[in-house]
């Protein structure tokens, strides 16, 4: 069993940045693949970002604006956000035991989520 608690969340202008944490409860974190999901209002939940012992995958919307890591020893795991867009608003999510199955993302465990808003 994982717990999630993540933070960082808030209200910020398009073009700003902000950075999710999540820590993860266990001992066993270093061997789960880590990743970020979110859900806007009236929309699916959807991946965001994965980071597991072989390196990391971004969604389209977000590559090359985002950027996940980790810091095993503090059993947390990260999503820097810049350049953030309107479209962005959405609540985030941490996971934990992702994985793809033909290009579709899910997880075993899930954070309550982080609400993230950015203004036009």
């Known amino acids: 069993q994982v717990q999630l608690v993540e933070s960082g969340g808030g209200l910020v202008q398009a073009g700003g940045s902000l950075t999710l944490s999540c820590v993860a409860s266990g001992r066993t974190f270093s061997s789960y693949a880590m990743g970020w999901f979110r859900q806007a209002p009236g929309k699916e939940r959807e991946f965001v970002a994965v980071i597991n012992w072989t390196g990391s995958n971004y969604a389209d919307s977000v590559k090359g604006r985002f950027t996940i890591a980790r810091d095993n020893d503090k059993n947390t795991v990260y999503l820097q956000m810049n350049s953030l867009k309107p479209e962005d608003t959405a609540v985030y999510y941490c996971?934990?035991?992702?994985?793809?199955?033909?290009?579709?993302?899910?997880?075993?465990?899930w954070g309550q989520g982080t609400q993230v808003t950015v203004s036009a």
């Open positions: 996971a934990a035991g992702v994985s793809s199955w033909r290009g579709s993302y899910s997880s075993d465990y």
